[in-house]
T-cell receptor, first 112, second 113 residues
Framework: NAGVMQNPRHLVRRRGQEARLRCSPM?????VYWYRQLPEEGLKFMVY????????ESGMPKERFSAEFPKEGPSILRIQQVVRGDSAAYFC??????????FGQGTRLTVV | DQQVKQNSPSLSVQEGRISILNCDYT??????FLWYKKYPAEGPTFLIS?????DKNEDGRFTVFLNKSAKHLSLHIVPSQPGDSAVYFC????????????FGKGTLLTVNP
């Protein structure tokens, strides 16, 4: 049973470009969460999704950030017009129900 | 506003001794607490948890203690091993949003052989 798979592991984008981060949850998990870790900080909750539904996006910046978890395929975290301050590690986690979540290895986004 | 605080950025202990990692929280709505371990370039790995109805939970070498009145919890690792060297994150969640974890900034534990 593969763990939570995130890709790419590393992503470099120039300012103004779009970043698309993908997350495939563990098999049988229908709950997906995205967290962001800025340098020297703890992980901060961004969004909670179930299949085709955004349940809680209270941690998402109001602009440029969006997330989806379609019926088929991975969950996508999309950042439009990236800025240097978006450079961070983005972690996806999944769970079968509201139990302990399992984290992926993260995508390290660098904006140059 | 840091609702979960880990005031020690780093801790160094000798192999075989006890490691004690501390965590304080301010939100009285938190009722479930977790510790995660994280190696460089990897995601956090769940280690141990405790519900607010308990004051202690033990799993092998790892024990978590919860003092609700002081809003304080600690993770004890006995005996410490070099492979325990990692960043340890304390996290908490409340019953209203029981999926949303609030993390501390982490403590880097180094276990010296």
């Amino acid at each position: 049973n593969a763990g939570v798979m995130q890709n790419p592991r590393h992503l470099v984008r120039r300012r103004g470009q779009e970043a698309r981060l993908r997350c495939s949850p563990m098999k049988g998990h229908s709950h997906v969460y995205w967290y962001r870790q800025l340098p020297e900080e703890g992980l901060k909750f961004m969004v909670y999704l179930q299949k085709e539904n955004i349940i809680d996006e209270s941690g998402m910046p109001k602009e440029r950030f969006s997330a989806e978890f379609p019926k088929e395929g991975p969950s996508i975290l999309r950042i439009q017009q990236v800025v240097r301050g978006d450079s961070a590690a983005y972690f996806c986690a999944s769970s079968p129900l509201n139990t302990e979540a399992f984290f992926g290895q993260g995508t390290r986004l660098t904006v140059v | 506003d840091q609702q979960v605080k880990q005031n020690s950025p780093s801790l160094s202990v000798q192999e075989g001794r006890i490691s004690i990692l501390n965590c304080d929280y301010t939100n009285s709505m938190f009722d479930y607490f977790l510790w995660y371990k994280k190696y460089p370039a990897e995601g956090p790995t769940f280690l141990i948890s405790i519900s607010s109805i308990k004051d202690k939970n033990e799993d092998g070498r790892f024990t978590v203690f919860l003092n609700k009145s002081a809003k304080h919890l600690s993770l004890h690792i006995v005996p410490s091993q070099p492979g325990d060297s990692a960043v340890y994150f304390c996290a908490a969640r409340g019953s209203r949003s029981n999926y949303k974890l609030t993390f501390g900034k982490g403590t880097l534990l180094t276990v010296n052989p």
